[in-house]
């Protein structure tokens, strides 16, 4: 099974600051037939289902702000956010799926500093 | 609007058995996979397994396989999730959502539904 940890655990940023989340995979989900990485982010504010962010890694999902973007390839990934708003406090999760089963990692707490 | 409304929360007790169920609208139900994911207290997200609706192919995550049954009634566009015998550390919120197939069954997923909370104590 892909393993997939994320760092940190947890961050604070100010308000219109900048957030960095990292996401590493145990094998690389870059897919050499389409040169896709099979890798997804989720925001899930408290007391809510997760929301779909991104998807083949640096693909935006109708909707979610240009202030989410994500890069990365392989194994490592990173999910930038960027004029940090009260609203963005969440936890954030990275997903790979290339190989069932498709795991999460284990959760990034993002806190308004 | 996609929507998966889930079934209520549950309160068991330990060796009981559950169906829970998630009720998709807003799209044809057999165009997509639809999955599980388990959150316990306080933790992150766990993917369980997911299924296709047409011919009930289910694809389980190692850790969840033998210990719960995920199948659909496609003529209500209905999927649930089913244990024989609950434990306590089943008590958790269970997600259903949409799987958004890009490959034989690799996927996102989204919409979700809004949870439901199983609590297994004696």
């Known amino acids: 099974d892909i393993v997939v940890t994320q760092s940190p655990d947890s961050l604070a940023v100010s308000l219109g600051g900048r957030a960095t989340i990292n996401c590493k995979s145990s094998?690389?989900?870059?897919?050499?037939?389409?040169?896709?990485?099979?890798l997804a982010w989720y925001q899930q504010k408290p007391g809510q289902p997760p929301k779909l962010l991104l998807y083949?890694?640096?693909t935006r999902e109708s909707g979610v702000p240009d202030r989410f973007s994500g890069s990365g390839s392989g194994t490592d990934f990173t999910l930038t956010i960027t004029s940090l708003q009260a609203e963005d406090v969440a936890v954030y999760y990275c997903?790979?799926?290339?190989?069932?089963?498709?795991?999460f990692g284990q959760g990034t707490k993002l806190e308004i500093k | 609007e996609v929507q998966l409304v889930q079934s209520g929360t549950e309160v068991k007790k330990p060796g009981q058995s559950l169906k829970i169920s998630c009720k998709a609208s807003g799209y044809t139900f057999t165009n997509y996979w639809i999955g599980w994911v388990r959150q316990m207290p306080g933790k992150g997200l766990e993917w369980m397994g997911i299924?296709?609706?047409?011919?009930?192919?289910?694809r389980y995550s190692p850790s969840f396989q033998g210990q719960v049954t995920i199948s659909v009634d496609t003529s209500i566009s209905t999927a649930y999730l089913q244990w024989r015998s609950l434990k306590a550390s089943d008590t958790a919120i269970y997600f259903c959502a949409r799987h958004v197939a890009v490959g034989i069954a690799q996927g996102w997923f989204d919409p979700w539904g809004q949870g439901t909370l199983v609590t297994v104590s004696s």
């Open positions: 299924i296709y609706p047409p011919d009930s192919d289910a």
């Open positions: 083949w890694a640096s």
């Open positions: 094998q690389s989900v870059l897919h050499s037939s389409n040169n896709d990485n099979y």
């Open positions: 997903q790979q799926y290339y190989t069932a089963p498709y795991s």
